[in-house]
């Protein structure tokens, strides 16, 4: 079994700390961070799986980023597959991304572009749907509030959940990629490298994926996008320092490798 919580890794500082220290880290750094103070206290959210809390981020958003701003950091960095639509329920009102042209929009139902400080206060928790048939939802609570706010857009993200180690299905060590459509039960699998250079033959490469981190692996045509993720990271951050390239690159290899004729750069001649 995974573990129902996992330790993370400050963004500002790079420190690695268990789910629950992490916020009064968090605080601190964010104070040490010489980051600009604005018109009104920014709101410190944590973000998890509503299911588990294995997944979490902690964001810092100004008073006055939008539910829109918010939906998108989520979607950059955890959810979005195929532009399925969201929606925020807070206090039991419905914000929406339906666009407001649709007849969709009930009286108790809103769009997205609603400061936060309009719907959200120091204690407030809600939730967020991303797709209506297979929904991931995630719930957030505001776990603080900071003087600084980020510098040069509305939301940041300030912490997050580091990769889950998960062993592989076959042999027990470190587990790398997933494969989301496994002919057997179950349909899902974590398989390591080696493993998955032994089954070429039985992946087909579309449903072999480096294993996401994020609470939407597995689901709809999910994938991680990193460089969209990146975006929402304070600067100094490399795509290399957030997600595992190599392992990406490897997964290329060992799956092409079948239509290679001749030369291979692997060792082993399954
Ligand atoms: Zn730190
Ligand atoms: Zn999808
Ligand atoms: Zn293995």
Partial sequence: MPPRSSPGT???CKTSIGRIAMLRHSMECLKKSAWPESDGPSFVI???GYHTKMFWLLVLARHDAT???LDRLLRD????????LSAFKIYGRRFSSYSGEDDFNEDEESGLSVPLDEVIGPDSTFTYEYDFGSTTI?????VGLSAVSPKSQPLILIARNNRLE???YFCKEKGEYLVTDWPDDPYQIVICRDCTKKKTEELESESVIVFPNSPRAGVCGYMEEPNSALRWYPAGWQLEDMYP???EEM????MDNDEDDGYTLLDDDA
Avoid: K, Y
Wanted: hydrophobic share 45%; with cysteine.
């Fill in 10 to 12: 400050c963004l500002l």
């Fill in 46 to 48: 944590r973000v998890e």
């Fill in 67 to 69: 539910l829109s701003d």
């Fill in 77 to 84: 960095v955890w959810v979005e597959c195929c532009g399925h």
């Fill in 138 to 142: 995630l719930r957030l609570s505001v």
């Fill in 166 to 168: 998960i062993p592989c």
């Fill in 245 to 247: 390239v190599e392992s």
């Fill in 251 to 254: 997964l290329n290899e060992i």
